[in-house]
């Protein structure tokens, strides 16, 4: 009997972490889904890299900060889903899509904070639970947190305090979705090199080198630390890993 093929649904998976991340699950055999924001060229790009690798891939629109598209969103992924590999499940959703906003706490406007929260916390918590019927048995969600839920760089703040509610949304979601044999983890990324940080970091000249001597390996990450992580949660070797933080910063702030 043919076994079905693995999907993950990779949110952000156009550029980054994200793109690292769909190369890596596609490189341990599964097929991709993957969404972006704008950058439709950009995704085109990583669905024609999964190709080559004699993988399947396709790429949506969606913004994960507007729950408002959710139900249309799961409809197109439904349709997709059916023509392309036959099925209406994926086995791995991946919450990574973010956006980035450096503000000291008393500059904090409402509205940047209601823009992080929208992404990175309610976003994650809507969309997971639209994709509850979709997500097969014995499927896996990995969430994206941030190193700084656990060490203080001021000015992030909101953008901190949203990914500590990820990490405690998590294990909700291992302790309410096991009984499916769905597995629910986190992994927490410290300082990256990605266009992401890039704005923060050329605003403060110096941040880079001070943080890489604030690293036990002594360097900043790069896109392809992650990515293999997040391939490895997927994959049957962590099928006994579940409501865990993993931290992937090269040991930043020990």
């Not at 924001?37 to 999964?50: G, I, L, Q």
């Not at 639209?130 to 896996?140: F, I, Q, S, T």
């Not at 090199?193 to 001597?213: I, N, W």
Request: aromatic fraction near 10%.
């Amino acid at each position: 009997m043919k076994t079905q093929q693995n999907i993950a649904l990779v949110t952000g998976g156009s550029r980054g972490l994200g793109r690292n991340m769909v190369l890596h699950l596609a490189q341990n055999g599964a097929d991709v889904v993957l969404t972006y924001h704008s950058r439709k060229n950009e995704a085109a790009e990583v669905v024609a890299a999964v190709a080559q690798m004699g993988r399947k891939a396709i790429a949506l629109q969606l913004d994960t900060g507007k729950t408002a598209t959710f139900d249309a969103f799961t409809a197109i992924l439904t349709a997709e889903l059916k023509a392309v590999w036959n099925t209406t499940q994926v086995n791995f959703l991946i919450n990574n899509a973010g956006i980035d906003a450096f503000s000291y706490f008393p500059d904090t406007t409402e509205e940047v904070f209601d823009n992080l929260f929208n992404v990175h916390f309610k976003g994650v918590y809507f969309l997971t639970q639209k994709m509850l019927p979709l997500l097969a048995d014995n499927g896996r969600v990995v969430n994206l947190s941030t190193g700084l839920a656990r060490f203080v760089t001021p000015g992030y703040a909101a953008y901190s305090s949203m990914k500590g509610a990820i990490e405690n949304f998590t294990r909700y979601l291992a302790k309410e979705l096991g009984g499916r044999g769905i597995t629910a983890n986190t992994v927490a990324p410290g300082p990256i090199e990605t266009d992401f940080t890039k704005g923060a970091f050329d605003a403060h000249p110096g941040t880079r080198e001070y943080l890489a001597s604030q690293t036990a390996l002594g360097r900043l990450g790069q896109p392809e630390d992650i990515g293999g992580i997040v391939a490895f949660l997927c994959s049957d070797a962590a099928r006994w890993v579940t409501a865990q933080r993993i931290e992937a910063s090269g040991g930043t702030f020990l």
